[in-house]
């Protein structure tokens, strides 16, 4: 497929160039070393004598003194090889790279009177070595139907449809006060669309279309300037294109497609008709330059455009004759001859970076490549800096973090690895800058939802250290995968249902045999959904316990700890190890018998500190402040209310109301479950009505904040399965949202007979 030069489609990852003779392909190397008894030029002393050049710029022509080149904006501008100084000559309607619009193969600028050049009339020439007057060549004398095709030298050519409906070439020059126009002879009286495609010095190469429009035959031919004379022609299978050509002193290459579509370079002496053709894979966009006795051809890839839709070939260049290729550049957008026989092309190298490049032939003949213009801009993707915290708080912003990279382009597939140094886990997350990850310029975004990866199921991310790697695939093939990495350290207050360090709720569960089951819970944000990841065992025997009871953080450690009593009254404290399993248990005391139910996990003081309370059977309530000391985990015991036998399950809630201290629920016998807002003190207001049809469930537990709102919530069980999830509210006269379905401990269900 062949495609103009007007088009920029999307290019694919780096594949090798299948150009192949008949006997089989030709190899695409890196970057050729220098021949033989030719000193290497040193890459950082080549960069830092480089002139500048504005990013985003091409490559139009280049003289004997300098080149021009067109901004981003379209701006035409002279630079200067001596200096890097440079003029601005005026401004096209659009970025075009066609050489001989203004001027090629030689110091003489040409501008139009239309920011569309090929649509003007008058065409001022100007000298830049010399500096002399410019001057103006106004087509319009010659009457309407001249159109302006281009400038070689001094040499203005235009295409004109004479009376006979013949389309003619003219060559006209002006040379103190007069003009000449003078008719190239040796066209075809059927030539039609004529356009120029490529210069040397003292000739031009026309292509032109023959036969009928729905079938037309593309040729070559090739003008000597001096004569006005066609002294070359060769038939195209199609027309390849503005950039698809080259022309030098001794031959002419061209890119165009067999009759099966497919792309074939063609090379031929000046004064031969018979071309070598080359089988060509794929050519979008092609460039195609001569150097001496050897043949340049590449695809125009723009660095930070494209995608693996299509095929990358970096600027390669072959023998005319024949012969192994050698890889000059990683990428070119555009390529011009300069009137020496060399190439100037704008792309890069991945050593230099990406600017103007010479390419000359050395001293054995072979190309070489030189800097000579930077943009100050790298080739391969190269990160450029981060944005991520030394210290992630997960208590922030619901547990998301904003993550940033800043990197050279941002067409790449962007690979993040967030690694947990402790467990190993993962979580790994892709984004594509150029759709959309992307906060501004050069900037790769990504909100972590603080989770982690577990065997196709989310878990919340552990406290502590991590570490962060990244891994930026080019789409366009250009230069290699960009890997980086980093630390940072994840945070968060400690939450008195969690047993893993890692800021979500854990419940257990104990079963029939007496094994005793942790669950880790993780809420989807996005989806409002409260989910667990696979249950882990803790270890069997608690079958001896006829009271486990989750009660925060009583140790001091990062995580939550457990109490059970067992048959003769004794209590028993199980510190937390952060890793979800718990320290070996010490005795907190006897006499604990004479309780019918323990809540723990509320700060009823507002210490900071996780109380318990326990109800006797005379329906007592009484508070067992914490200490902070696992040695002596409770104060004495503090009566703080009386009547407390109507109720079948007391849990500590957490904060739930919004008030300055933890909060109960208790549950009636007829299924009624009441608020008991904690005033901070170790008393409660007077108790609020929560709503009826609590008996339903089995257990009620306060697992802390569950969705990472701030507020702590409840998750309930009952028969059949049947576990939800509430989440609180914060307002006291309605401190919970409907219910949502939970799959929580729903791995034989059937079996547990107790929860905490």
Known sequence: MIESRMSRPRLTAAIAVALAFTAGPLAVPAIAAPAAGTAAPDAAAQADSALSIAPGSEIVSAGSTGFLSSGANADVRW??????????????????????????????????????????????????????????????????????????????????????????????????????????????????????????????????????????????????????????????????????????????????????????????????????????EDAYSPRVGLVGDWVTYANSTPLSQGDASNQLIPLTAMPVDGGPTRRLMDHVTSLTPTPDGALLAMGGTLDKGEGVYRISAGADGAPLVELIASTGEPTKVTLLGHSIPTVIDLDRNRGQAPLEWRLSRLNVEVAITLRHTRTGQTAKRYIVPNNGDSNGPQRANLTWDGLLDNNGRSLAAFNGDYTWQISAQPYNGIGPTLTASGTFKVTRKTAPHDYTDNGSPDVLARDSSGRLWREDTHYDLPNKYFGGVPRKLIGSGWQNYNQIEAVGNLGGASVGDLVARDKSGTLWLYLGKSDGTFATRTKVGPGWQNYKRLAGGSDLTSDGKPDMVATDSAGALWLYKSTGDARAPFAARKKIGSGWQIYNQVTAAGNIAGSAAGDLVARDSSGVLWLYQGKGDGTFSTRVKIGGGWNVYTHVVGIGDGNRDGRSDLYVFGPNATSYYYESTGNASAPFRARSASPVLFDNWQSYNHLA
């Open 79 to 280: 630079t200067r090889y001596s200096d890097g100084s440079s003029t601005l000559l005026g401004r096209d309607f659009g970025q075009f790279t066609q050489t001989e619009l203004h001027g090629a193969v030689s110091d003489t600028v040409a501008m139009g009177d239309d920011s569309f050049t090929s649509a003007s009339r008058v065409v001022t020439l100007t000298d830049m070595a010399s500096g002399a007057t410019p001057v103006q060549v106004d087509l319009r004398q010659f009457g309407t139907g001249y159109r302006y095709a281009g400038t070689v030298g001094s040499t203005v050519i235009a295409t004109f449809v004479n009376a006979s409906n013949t389309q003619e070439v003219h060559l006209v020059a002006k040379t103190g006060g007069s003009v000449s126009d003078r008719t190239v002879t040796g066209l075809p009286a059927d030539a039609r669309s004529i356009y120029t495609s490529a210069a040397s010095p003292g000739s031009v190469l026309l292509q032109y279309r023959t036969g009928p429009l729905d079938h037309p035959e593309w040729h070559l031919a090739i003008v000597d300037l001096a004569t006005a004379a066609v002294t070359d022609t060769h038939a195209v299978g199609t027309r390849g294109g503005d950039d698809a050509a080259a022309l030098s002193p001794t031959h002419t290459a061209w890119i165009d497609a067999d009759l099966l579509g497919k792309a074939v370079l063609s090379i031929a002496k000046r004064g031969s008709s018979e071309p070598r053709r080359l089988p060509l």
